[in-house]
T-cell receptor, first 114, second 112 residues
């Protein structure tokens, strides 16, 4: 069965600092990988996705993620964090059929301090 | 404007009283799904539907029912709610593998 691990429950960074959120997945074939962001009281919004091709994926709001098959990882990065980035971030893995089974990680809550 | 509309946003009910949470989308998406979100557990899939009259269980289907009689609607039914179904519920729709999932704003359910 597919699974996703986000080892960091809570991360605090200073505004302007760089950010890396970790994600490790377990999946038998080439995975479909996603990062979503959830602002308080809102649903989830897609930041970026990886299906195939270039392993460095660019997303919205200045985020990027790198797929590393050898490490089963799909870490999310941003070079300079803004206060508005404070939210909860979810990594997710989908099966080769796309939407049938999308499994989410437990989330990482990001706090940004001035 | 693309929308996934869930109703109600908040619901407090008592154990055993049947309830329905509605989900409607205006994007003509074939795929729809229900998730529940609990602290420390992330989002877990309850049921999904690939098309009208086609539904299947997700990871945590016990205690829930769904139906898909029309493409735009995918209601979540709790026949006999219990306190362990207190959670935040999200409906999501998808237009295909190269399109993102669209989420509703959630329904916070409390069962006492």
């Amino acid at each position: 069965a597919q699974s996703v691990t986000q080892p960091d429950i809570h991360i605090t960074v200073s505004e302007g600092a760089s950010l890396e959120l970790r994600c490790n997945y377990s999946y038998g074939a080439t995975p479909y990988l996603f990062w979503y962001v959830q602002s308080p009281g809102q649903g989830l919004q897609l930041l970026l996705k990886y299906f195939s091709g270039d392993t460095l994926v660019q997303g919205i709001k200045g985020f990027e993620a790198e797929f590393k098959r050898s490490q089963s990882s799909f870490n999310l990065r941003k070079p300079s964090v803004h206060w508005s980035d404070a939210a909860e971030y979810f990594c997710a893995v989908g099966d080769s059929g796309g939407y049938q089974k999308v499994t989410f990680g437990t989330g990482t809550k990001l706090q940004v301090i001035p | 404007e693309a929308q996934v509309t869930q109703n109600p946003r908040y619901l407090i009910t008592v154990t055993g009283k049947k309830l329905t949470v509605t989900c409607s989308q205006n994007m003509n998406h074939e795929y729809m799904s229900w998730y529940r979100q609990d602290p420390g557990l992330g989002l877990r899939q309850i049921y999904y539907s690939m098309n009208v009259e086609v539904t299947d269980k997700g990871d945590v289907p016990e205690g829930y029912k769904v139906s898909r009689k029309e493409k735009r609607n995918f209601p979540l039914i709790l026949e006999s709610p219990s306190p362990n179904q207190t959670s935040l519920y999200f409906c999501a729709t998808g237009g295909g593998i190269n399109s993102p999932l669209h989420f509703g704003n959630g329904t916070r359910l409390t069962v006492t």
